[in-house]
């Protein structure tokens, strides 16, 4: 458990209450956090996904797909889909949140799992955008952290 304490405050009231004002202030800019999340934990967490074929283990490909393919990598035919969605640029960042930008398009239908019409069956979900419990708990450090700075 992460703890954070306020040291020293100025003993003037209205310069206290400047400093509380500027914490404040600085505690809604949260971009930068944010932006380290994804570099330090996202990211890499979406990477060691792709690498070991998802944590829980995708679903095997088919019979048909393999044959199809002549392999049996899952989400991994070109590539396009790990290299695009690890980077820092693969996101849209914003006070308060971040998404992933969906390209390339086919990525949250694989993440998801979707009905193929052309071949009449059911694609299994491929969780590749899923973080994984320690992530969250490197995530709020990441963030107590920046908060520990800004309120310095």
Same mark, same amino acid.
């Given at each position: 458990? /992460?703890?954070?304490?306020?040291? @020293?405050? =100025?003993?003037?009231?209205?310069?206290?209450?400047?400093? &509380?004002?500027?914490?404040?202030?600085?505690?809604?800019?949260?971009?930068?956090?944010?932006?380290?999340?994804?570099?330090?934990?996202?990211? =890499?967490?979406?990477? +060691?996904?792709?690498?070991?074929?998802?944590?829980? !283990?995708?679903?095997?490909?088919?019979?048909?797909?393999?044959? !199809? !393919?002549?392999?049996?990598?899952?989400? $991994? +035919?070109?590539?396009?889909?790990?290299?695009? /969605? /690890?980077?820092?640029?693969? @996101?849209?960042?914003?006070?308060?949140?971040?998404?992933?930008?969906?390209? =390339?398009? &086919?990525?949250? $239908?694989?993440? +998801?799992?979707? &009905?193929?019409?052309? $071949?009449?069956?059911?694609?299994?979900?491929?969780?590749?955008?899923?973080?994984?419990?320690?992530?969250?708990?490197?995530?709020? +450090?990441? $963030?107590?952290? @920046?908060?520990?700075?800004?309120?310095?």
């Amino acid at each position: 458990m /992460t703890s954070i304490v306020l040291g @020293w405050l =100025p003993h003037n009231p209205r310069e206290e209450a400047a400093v &509380y004002r500027r914490i404040a202030s600085d505690i809604k800019k949260t971009k930068i956090p944010i932006a380290a999340s994804i570099v330090e934990v996202m990211s =890499p967490s979406i990477v +060691e996904n792709f690498r070991v074929g998802g944590r829980p !283990k995708w679903a095997p490909l088919s019979t048909f797909t393999k044959a !199809k !393919k002549g392999h049996d990598r899952i989400l $991994f +035919e070109s590539g396009k889909l790990a290299r695009s /969605t /690890t980077g820092i640029n693969a @996101w849209n960042i914003d006070d308060g949140e971040a998404s992933l930008r969906g390209d =390339p398009k &086919y990525g949250v $239908f694989q993440n +998801e799992g979707f &009905y193929n019409v052309r $071949f009449g069956v059911n694609v299994p979900a491929r969780e590749w955008a899923v973080l994984q419990s320690q992530d969250i708990d490197k995530i709020v +450090e990441v $963030f107590a952290v @920046w908060l520990t700075e800004t309120v310095r």
